[in-house]
Nanobody, 122 residues
Framework: QVQLVESGGGLVQAGGSLSLSCAASTRTFSRYTMGWSRRAPGREREFVAAVSWSGDTTNYADSVKGRFTIFRDNFKNTVYLHMNNLKPEDTAVYYC???????????????WGQGTQVTVSS
């Protein structure tokens, strides 16, 4: 497993932007598929976005497609989630996940961070 630390959450107005970061403690970061999931109050945890180990391939939930961008910096062992045009329904705790050559839907990911709160006010 790899240790993951998210940062960048906060409060933003609807229509605004926010960027999340996730730093991974591993010497083999470039082998990991990285992704983000979220859990809103009273709802199941859901997939948000994922990026392949090389950064060449990404996958997004339909609800965020066109608004969120996931990308990684393999030199900094960090994955990012840039969120534009935020909506109140994006309010959730966002979790960073990692798995060695994992699937782009985050299935069976073995490592997760503690989460960072994102709140979007209307």
């Amino acid at each position: 497993q790899v240790q993951l630390v998210e940062s960048g959450g906060g409060l933003v107005q609807a229509g605004g932007s926010l960027s999340l970061s996730c730093a991974a403690s591993t010497r083999t970061f470039s082998r990991y598929t990285m992704g983000w999931s979220r859990r809103a109050p009273g709802r199941e945890r859901e997939f948000v976005a994922a990026v392949s180990w090389s950064g060449d391939t990404t996958n997004y939930a339909d609800s965020v497609k066109g608004r969120f961008t996931i990308f990684r910096d393999n030199f900094k062992n960090t994955v990012y989630l840039h969120m534009n045009n935020l909506k109140p329904e994006d309010t959730a705790v966002y979790y960073c996940g990692a798995e060695t050559y994992g699937a782009l839907n985050l299935k069976d990911f073995g490592s997760w961070g503690q989460g960072t709160q994102v709140t979007v006010s209307s």
